[in-house]
Nanobody, 117 residues
Framework: QVQLVESGGGLVQPGGSLRLSCAAS????????MGWYRQAPGKQRELVAM???????NYADSVKGRFTISRDNPKKTVDLQMNSLKPEDTAVYYC???????????WGQGTQVTVSS
């Protein structure tokens, strides 16, 4: 069993930065893929960024060049550095861990990010 706890959300002005962090409990963190998703009101949840257990990253086109995902296996954390934030980045951000091909996945409770002047 894995538990995920997100932190770092909040209110920021357009052009500003935030850093989200996801802390995982349980064992074998290093074998899980990790990702950040977001869901805006009235919209479907979408993948923002992911990092494989080997450190390969992938980003949604809308955040490329602005967001950076990273993981620290000894600390069991995955972070999302968000720069040049836009109002359209406003959403609840969720951390997810999963094991491809094993149908195993876990979600955090989400953290609100609001970009507004």
């Amino acid at each position: 069993q894995v538990q995920l706890v997100e932190s770092g959300g909040g209110l920021v002005q357009p052009g500003g930065s935030l850093r989200l962090s996801c802390a995982a409990s349980g064992s074998l963190f290093n074998i899980y893929y990790m990702g950040w998703y977001r869901q805006a009101p009235g919209k479907q949840r979408e993948l923002v960024a992911m990092i494989s257990n080997g450190g390969v990253t992938n980003y949604a086109d809308s955040v490329k060049g602005r967001f950076t995902i990273s993981r620290d296996n000894p600390k069991k954390t995955v972070d999302l550095q968000m720069n040049s934030l836009k109002p359209e980045d406003t959403a609840v951000y969720y951390c997810k861990s999963w094991r491809p091909y094993y149908n195993i996945e876990y979600w955090g409770q989400g953290t609100q990010v609001t970009v507004s002047s």
